[in-house]
């Protein structure tokens, strides 16, 4: 009887049970959490659920083989033979003209007894290794077992859903991921007529609304601030009055301060769940220290952990070799990404059995994503030649961040997703959970916000089983940040591969290998096409975010100078508001220009001389509060939290959702805002 065991009458013993180890040979852990002593019954009163009484479903339920609950099940189609799973369901993922998958990772066979069951469960599994359909196949079982869908009669045909049918509700912290989830979702629901819905944030409301209205909903994935705001709108036409799931997605992302207000009050506009008793769970890759205090309030005390990566052990993957690359200047960061990037082209000429070169470049802030996307794009074999063809071929360059339009970014990642040979310039947006095909290499430039990015992005490169490299670019300078950070990480210096990062770009190419010469020319060439208002904004940009990269603020601004000067190819570095130099604490560095600046074309070389006509005295804080209202083009928010449901140049914010707002260095998610509960 399938999904049987939902939620009623599970035994002792099989609570008590420890699944076998599997073949991977990691020895999996299940822990049975215990109520900690900081647990107050009263704060977790909505989720101490006493169970509701026994329902028709839950007579079937207690019949049910409790010691088939404990086999641990490890290939697919097991699933349907021992009748835990629908036919339907099990076929979607087996069938080679679908999905073909035949055996179960370790995280989707640990968790099914358990979600199945209707426990809470928190499960850690590396990156890549398919908690998507750990979720789902059960949850949507549970779903067509629900006695209240009366699913048996309807199966197939489930065409009358209404909008109140909504059973299970999934939030991910981005809506290129909600998206995902979703494609996901119906592939494995075809056929058995469960209705998937998906509510994102930079989409059409109403358009979305009237959908789930003329189809109905079964399952709705969605991200944070369109999910409360269609729940806490009166006239949505959009309820869940039986919803029995709530599962979260990246869960310590969305529990972190920046999304945690947010889904408490989803929470709160959920169904009561003293009268419909909820199963929550949780998944993730990471799971920071300070989220299992949230955690711990969120679901029932007895909830399950899950985890398929042992306390011991590096959290990513043992198959891709990490590098830290330690850069002369920042401004030697895109030539050597040029020079990487050259070289494997190289390589898979000569090796066909090399895939194509597929990268995802990570940078800290969403202008340093623009940046790099524009000079790359303008890149040419011949600098200087407009008529010469890119030194990379006919290789997609994307770009994504949450200063693109939704459709922008939707765009840039189904694009990505099936180009075989692309490097995507990335904010945060895409570091969790995006399943992009075959990633060969994932670079970050600057040290990532915390070790739980830099391994969310890492993941974005093999995943299920497939191989990728790791690249750091960083300053020598940030190396203490960098140890404390990722001090733990198997990441080991390579100081040989690209001669690049090491070059002098503030002199002549004279004293370089042709090749290294070449790659800086272009990428020189390259920047100059890039208009200066982008290069300067960026620059002031990468303050907020640089400044917390060193120890000595001078230092960092020294760096960030000769970033603008011998990698933006500006004149001199661009002024900055007296507000913004005082708000970062370096009013008084004398390197820092402060004022306004009036923009006029210049290229590599043209020395302070020829400067832009700035405003105002160096080194001085003096100048007015209007500062920073006359920098034209200065990204006067930030677009943290970049990877959420904000789409659209320039919007404001549009929810109180905890969004940080400050206006200068703009790191693309939220630098800094460690949860703090
Ligand atoms: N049992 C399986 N066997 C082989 N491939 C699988 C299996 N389950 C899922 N996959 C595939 O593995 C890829 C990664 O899955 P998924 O996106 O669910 O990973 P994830 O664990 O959620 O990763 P992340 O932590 O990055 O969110 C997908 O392409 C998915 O189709």
Known sequence: MFGAVRRFGVSQALRASAPRSLSSGLAPQLLKWQAPSTWSPALARPFQTSFPALSAASAEAAEAPAASEQELITEFADLQKKGFVDASIVQNITSTARM???????VQSQTLHQMLRGDDVLA?????????????????????????????????????????????????PTRELAEQIAVEAMKVAAGTGLKVQTAVGGTQKKAGLQRIQRMGCHLLVGTPGRIKDIFSDPYSGVSAPRLNTLILDEADRLLDQGFAPEVQAIQELLPDP???????????????????????????????????????????????????????GYENALPSILELAKNYQARQQADPNLRPFKAIVYFNST???NLAAEAFNNLKSEPGNSRSFSPLGRMKLLEIHARLSQGQRTNSASTFRKTPEAILFSSDVTARGMDFPDVTHVLQV?????????????????????????WVFLHDGENDYYSERLGDLPLHEDSQSLPTAMADMSKGTENLSPATALTISQMKSAME????????????????????????KR????????????????????????????????AKIPELTIGQSQHRHVSFGQGSQSSDRVFGRRGSDRGSDRGDRGDRGFPRRSFDRDNQERGGRGRGRSSGSGERSTGFGERSSGFGGRPRF
Do not use: C, W
């Not at 949780?282 to 398929?308: G, L, Y």
């Not at 600057?446 to 995943?463: C, F, K, N």
């Open 274 to 328: 003293f009268k419909v008793d909820r199963q929550t769970v949780m998944f993730s890759a990471t799971v920071p220290k300070e989220v299992m205090q949230m955690v711990k309030r969120t679901m029932k005390p007895d909830f399950k952990f899950v985890k398929t990566v042992r306390d011991d052990e590096v959290p990513t993957h043992f198959s891709v070799p990490q590098k830290t690359v330690f850069l002369r």
């Open 446 to 470: 600057g040290v990532p916000r915390d070790r739980e990015t830099y391994i969310h992005r890492l993941g974005r490169t093999a995943r299920a089983n497939k191989t990728g490299e790791g």
């Open 529 to 552: 096409e890039v208009s200066p208002i982008t290069r300067e904004n960026t620059y002031r940009s990468q303050l907020g975010t640089l400044l917390q990269s060193f120890s000595s």
């Open 100 to 106: 073909g998958l035949t055996t179960m990772t370790d």
């Open 124 to 172: 850690q599994a590396k990156t890549g290794t398919g908690k998507t359909l750990a979720f789902l196949v059960p949850t949507m079982q549970n779903i067509l077992s629900d006695p209240t869908l009366n699913t048996k009669q309807d199966h197939g045909r489930r065409g009358q859903a209404s909008a109140a049918d909504i059973r299970a509700l999934i939030i991910s």
């Open 367 to 369: 202008s340093e994503v």
């Open 555 to 586: 230092h960092a601004i020294r760096i960030l100078n000769n970033l603008a000067i011998h990698g933006y190819g500006l004149p001199e570095p661009p002024a900055v508001s007296a507000n913004i130099a005082r708000n970062l604490g370096i």
